[in-house]
């Protein structure tokens, strides 16, 4: 069965994640120096104030200790906070990577999303896969609210079709404030779009949502 993608206008992005201002360099132990790399990735919670207040590990790098400095660094760095659509600072959660390279040695890194959708087909012009962006707000109860993309320009059947999934199919883990209570964020969304044969209409199959999966 497939699902066809709605093609909805959405607004011009407003709403804003927050971004690292100072970044701490993560300690690489002699283990990980010997090994061909690593590559850790975690969504960190950052205050309204920008003060971080979780990093919550997603994908690990095989080296617990690795993992763990590179969550101390995410933890140690600054941070200007999100904002939402109004303006005003929000909490957030953006995902973080930390990736080691040995010079000497070949990593097979391939480009990480948080949601993998195959598509019939890919729009004229596109490549075999993209990897597209947007800035959600969530509500407290893990409701997407909004979607802004992050691309510029008039949004592409990718981008629409990325809102459409949030806005409609998925579910997200709501950031915790200071006390571990629920509230609305801001929060970073990628959706990796790879082809495949079908017809002419650009459409979704739809297992590959993943309905109770929090993202």
């Given at each position: 069965m497939f699902i066809a993608l709605l093609a909805a206008e959405v607004t011009q992005p407003a709403a804003k994640v927050p971004i690292a201002t100072s970044l701490r360099t993560p300690e690489v132990s002699r283990e990980v120096r010997k090994s061909a790399g690593r590559v850790v990735r975690a969504k960190l919670t950052i205050s309204p104030t920008g003060?971080?207040?979780?990093?919550?590990v997603l994908q690990e790098s095989g080296d617990q200790a690795f993992d763990d400095t590179s969550c101390a660094a995410f933890m140690a760095s600054r941070y200007k906070p999100g904002v939402d659509r109004a303006g005003k600072p929000a909490y957030g959660i953006v995902t973080v990577e930390n990736i080691?390279?040995?010079p000497r040695e070949k990593l097979e890194y391939q480009a990480i999303s948080d949601l993998v959708l195959a598509v019939s087909r890919m729009p004229r012009g596109a490549a075999s896969y993209e990897v597209r962006q947007a800035v959600l707000t969530v509500d407290a109860a893990g409701n997407a609210v909004t979607c802004d993309n992050v691309a510029k320009g008039a949004a592409?059947?990718?981008d629409k079709a990325l809102c459409t999934t949030a806005l409609k199919t998925l579910h997200f883990k709501p950031a915790l404030d200071e006390n571990g209570k629920p509230v609305p964020s801001v929060q970073s969304f990628s959706v990796m779009f790879t082809a495949q044969n079908g017809p002419d209409k650009i459409e979704v199959k739809d297992d590959a949502f993943h309905h109770d999966k929090e993202y």
């Open positions: 003060k971080p207040l979780l990093c919550d080691y390279i040995n592409s059947p990718l």
